[in-house]
């Protein structure tokens, strides 16, 4: 039989770690008697045939770097039933047996529609955003997190200095893990995020009023980006409490940066099951971490799961961060 050959390509919206699951696609491949390539810029790279063949060594130095040495894309022409099957065409030409993919979601639903084009395909959870339904972690998650926490604590000292008020945007669109997350461990007066709704008198400034009564002289307010609008709801909070209120959005900082310990060992678990998957034969599968362990699920059935705000952890931190 000859020699199995496996493909890596990281797809969407970056994260810290990907390297790190690059790395582990590659040796867990080349250490198993694959042959293993890269794959430049996402799903158009494969669609252009830009790839290049890993050695050992290919993925030296990365495992501390945030990015992704293979870069991403998004690819329209990818999203199409005939750019699907240009795809899976180019991979049948490489001679691929295989492709982990390491994205989000939408990285997801190409790998589907790559493996019923007959190019067996293991996705790998990557986003800052942890907005993957079927698994409790993605990679780049607690790196994008830490880097919030140091922003914020940063602000919180000059808030401090002039008793203000901080309106800070964190990122995640659909998903408010990352403000959660990050408000809790700032100790935000409020946490505002799109699976809650709110009301800007009562659960905004009516927290800041008692809190003030209590002595407290500066706040903060982690708001996710999918409930965005921080320039207004500074403005409102100025107006309707009197306290110097100023908006901060962190923005693409939060992509950025050496991945924390958490994210290199996920993404080294996770990309070793991936290659273990392909060499078993099994694919259309999504590398997961359920009950805190890393297991793997079938890629459509993991793409109809809703994913669940933790409503008690923003309870917690509604109650302690008065
Ligand atoms: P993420 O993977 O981070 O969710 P995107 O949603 O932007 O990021 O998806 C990344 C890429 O995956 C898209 O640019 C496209 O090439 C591909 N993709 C997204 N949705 C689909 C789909 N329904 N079918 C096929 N490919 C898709």
Do not use: W
């Not at 996705?123 to 997190?145: K, L, R, W």
């Amino acid at each position: 039989m000859s020699k199995k050959t496996i493909a890596v390509l990281t797809s969407g919206g970056d994260a810290p770690g990907m390297n790190a699951a690059i790395r582990a696609v590659a040796r867990t491949g080349l250490t198993s008697g694959m042959r293993v390539l890269g794959i430049r810029q996402g799903y158009n790279g494969l669609l252009e045939g830009d790839l290049f063949e890993m050695d050992l060594r290919s993925v030296s130095d990365i495992i501390h770097r945030g990015g992704t040495m293979l870069y991403t894309a998004r690819s329209p022409k990818f999203n199409s039933p005939e750019g699907v099957r240009q795809a899976a065409e180019m991979a049948r030409k490489m001679g691929i047996d295989g492709i982990v993919v390491i994205g989000g979601d939408g990285s997801f639903r190409g790998a589907r529609d790559l493996t019923s084009e007959g190019i067996p395909c293991v996705g790998i959870p990557g986003t800052i955003d942890n907005d993957i339904a079927s698994s409790e972690y993605t990679i780049g998650f607690d790196t994008a997190m830490n880097t919030a926490i140091d922003m914020v604590d940063r602000l919180r000292d000059t808030m401090e200095s002039h008793s203000r008020c901080s309106v800070v945007e964190v990122m995640g669109r659909r998903c408010g893990d990352l403000a959660l997350q990050t408000g809790i461990a700032v100790g935000a007066t409020t946490i505002l995020v799109p699976e809650v709704p709110f009301d800007l008198d009562k659960d905004v400034v009516e927290r800041m009023r008692f809190t003030k009564k209590t002595g407290k002289k500066h706040f903060i307010i982690v708001v996710a980006e999918g409930v965005g609008g921080v320039d207004r709801l500074a403005k409102d909070i100025e107006a309707r409490t009197g306290i110097e209120t100023r908006a901060t959005v962190l923005g693409h900082v939060q992509r950025g940066g050496s991945p924390t310990r958490r994210d290199r060992v996920v993404a080294s678990e996770m990309g070793y099951r991936a290659v273990t998957l392909l060499a078993e034969g099994k694919q259309n599968r999504v590398v997961v971490m359920r009950d805190g362990k890393i297991t793997d699920l079938d890629i459509t059935e993991a793409l109809a799961m809703e994913r669940t705000f933790n409503k008690k952890l923003y309870e917690i931190a509604l109650k302690i961060s008065i």
